[in-house]
């Protein structure tokens, strides 16, 4: 009999399967460790005299992850016959595993303080790729000699085995901080505490501090608050749920192996009249985030702001090092009671294997998708340095990267819906499914080919008061109203008939918000703790979605006195209701089996919890390992 062990994920990425590996290989146990759709079973010799030992070894340092949902374990006929093993294809970007963080506080330790502290299953490693096969010659670290304790690490058992970046004090980097005509420079755990010190000091008396990480760079910084795209970051963990309400997975999920970045609501009032209501939060990753946050909390701050740039910037205090890094937009999170999904973001999701494979070159965004033996690999193009292929398809409006006889391009909306129909294995299949972002899209996939039912329709503020008038009988006594009690909502008009704003920056300027964004108008209906909201006009013919009769109903209601908190909320309530209404009758008359969602609007709380409701007898798929966003355009393209 073996052993039998199921780690309950829903992700397809080797990370938990392979420092499992990493685990058992440290203790010579012959076993077969397998990943599933939903699962990684692990089955071991059930013989072995360190068997005990080794489960309560996995117990204690298998990192969290917020795609695990539990565990089981039961006997099965058979026994494994040797020891597992695992390959290193692509560099991660995720935080440090527990075991990392242990041993960069640990002062015995020769990675004390440490901030490049990662192991062969944690780490922001991406930052120092340079291009394919992934190996130190191929990484920023090539000229860096490993010493002979590392080495030895990398070439033997242990969580370190086949690390391509491994370092420490001995054989590591040295950063400096840069202060006017000042520099500080650490290369062992003394002047590496001092400088994070002085750091934490710098930000706690006012001063801004970019820092150089091996998650790119970070601009941080102590406000009244945030500047647009920043993110709060929580340094004490004991103080989270002080500060926002969260429900057990979203602070799991906060502390996970993935760090993401979650859109919560605030609990304490402080914070809520700083900052809002709700805020993006994060809890550091890696080592300098880490170290930094550490000294932070020593200072008594249990929070600071920080922005995520793609290069340098100016700052009081500059913490850098002298590697070249890449950098990855981060990964967002949406959770809604027992849903969860990304939102955005390349971290966690990319690089990536999909098992699935075609003659088609995917381009999107940057990002590429390259078939080879075992299928296909999705990174950003720069990390390639040749490919072959039959087709290309590119995301149209985007310069071509590659020549070809064969090149086509393709629709977001269309390769977003795919890549959906791919992850879920509905090759074959009648699906039906909405794509939103920037404007509402619903699509058809007939199991060979996908159709457009009602595409999107671009929105231009050219004309826009002309058009109010005309819209339908009786219109112009709006344009009326609009000059004689609101005044400057007829200049804001005006001025917006001659800019080039997309639909949900016009609704924001409309409504009056500070933040001119679909982001903006989402957390202002998150203010909302009412029940049912007002029906804004979403369709006015042929189901087709029509801006100015959007525009001119939210006006409309502002006439009436209604205010932007109710609005947005209504908003959302509405579009939920447009969705889920022309996603039904688009499914009876196609015989389709299944929903699709994509695109990132459907992150927004107040949106999807409608949806979700409204769909229930056919709950919808979404991506399940990618972005419902615009990452997720190059894998559907590889399909199309």
Do not use: W
Not at 48 to 55: A, I, M, N, S, V
Not at 160 to 165: C, I, S, Y
Not at 261 to 268: G, P, Q, R, T, Y
């Amino acid at each position: 009999m073996a052993f039998t062990l199921e780690v309950m994920t829903s992700f397809s990425q080797p990370t938990i399967k392979n420092y499992l590996i990493s685990t058992i290989r440290s203790f010579n146990i012959k076993a077969v460790v397998h990943q599933q759709k939903s699962k990684i079973i692990c089955a071991f010799d059930s013989q072995d005299e360190t068997l005990q030992l080794c489960l309560e070894t996995i117990a204690s340092t298998l990192p969290a992850s917020c795609f695990m949902s539990g565990s089981q374990h039961y006997d099965i006929e058979g026994e494994p016959e040797a020891i597992p093993d695992f390959e290193v294809e692509y560099p991660l970007g995720l935080g440090l595993c527990p075991s990392c963080q242990k041993e960069m506080f640990d002062p015995s330790s020769k990675r004390y303080y440490y901030p490049f502290t990662q192991c062969t299953h944690c780490g922001g490693q991406y930052a120092f790729f340079e291009h394919y096969p992934y190996e130190r010659s191929n990484t920023a670290l090539s000229y860096v000699q490993p010493c002979p304790t590392c080495e030895h690490e990398s070439q033997n058992v242990g969580r370190r085995e086949k690390q391509v970046l491994n370092s420490c004090h001995e054989c590591g980097i040295p950063v400096k901080l840069l202060h006017k005509d000042k520099e500080r420079y650490a290369n062992d755990a003394g002047s590496f505490r001092t400088m994070f010190e002085v750091a934490a000091k710098a930000l706690r008396d006012g001063k801004t501090l970019l820092m150089k990480t091996t998650m790119g760079y970070r601009r941080f910084y102590r406000a009244e608050k945030l500047e647009h795209g920043s993110v709060l970051m929580l340094v004490n963990a004991a103080k989270i749920t002080d500060y926002c309400s969260l429900i057990n997975d979203e602070f799991n999920a906060l502390l996970s192996i993935e760090r993401p970045i979650l859109h919560v609501a605030l609990k304490d009032e402080s914070l809520r009249s700083t900052f809002g209501t709700s805020i993006d939060v994060k809890y550091p990753d890696e080592g300098f985030s880490i170290l930094l946050g550490k000294e932070l909390t020593l200072l008594g701050l249990d929070y600071i702001a920080y922005e995520a740039l793609e290069s340098p910037c100016e700052a009081d205090f500059v913490m850098e090092f002298d590697l070249n890094i890449q950098h990855q937009s981060d990964m967002r999170l949406f959770i809604n009671k027992d849903i969860k999904f990304i939102t955005s973001g390349e971290r966690v999701s990319f690089p990536s294997r999909f098992p699935v494979g075609t003659d088609t070159l995917s381009i999107a965004h940057g990002l590429v998708g390259i078939k080879d033996e075992k299928g296909m690999l999705f990174d950003q193009m720069g990390r390639f340095t040749s490919a072959s292929t039959v087709k290309v398809n590119q995301l149209e409006n985007e310069t071509p990267a590659v020549e070809s006889n064969n090149f086509h391009t393709m629709a977001e909306d269309e390769a977003s819906f795919m890549s959906v129909i791919a992850e879920h294995g509905k090759f074959g299949s009648k699906v039906v499914g909405a794509y939103f972002q920037e404007e509402p899209s619903f699509l058809y996939y007939d199991g060979k080919k996908v159709i457009r039912v009602v595409p999107p329709h671009t929105f231009s503020a050219a004309g826009l008061i002309d058009k109010m008038s005309t819209l339908r009988e009786g219109s112009n006594r709006l344009m009326d109203n609009i000059k004689n009690k609101l005044p400057q909502m007829y200049e804001l008009l005006l001025e917006l008939e001659q800019s080039d704003a997309t639909l949900f920056e016009a609704t924001a300027m409309i409504l009056g918000l500070e933040d001119k964004s679909y982001e903006g108008v989402m957390r202002e209906a998150l203010k909302f703790i009412g029940k049912g909201g007002l029906q804004i006009d979403t369709k006015v013919h042929d189901n087709r979605f029509n801006h100015v009769a959007f525009l001119s109903s939210i006006i409309s209601y502002q006439i009436a006195g209604v205010d932007s908190v109710y609005l947005s909320y209504s908003i959302f309530e509405s579009f939920g209701d447009y969705f889920s209404e022309l996603l039904n009758e688009i499914k009876g008359k196609t015989k389709a089996t299944d929903i699709v969602l994509c695109g990132s609007y459907f992150g927004g709380q107040s949106l999807f919890s409608r949806l979700q409701r409204n769909l229930k007898a056919t709950p919808p798929l979404l991506n399940v390992n990618y972005p419902i966003g615009k990452e997720n355009c190059v894998v559907g393209g590889v399909y199309l």
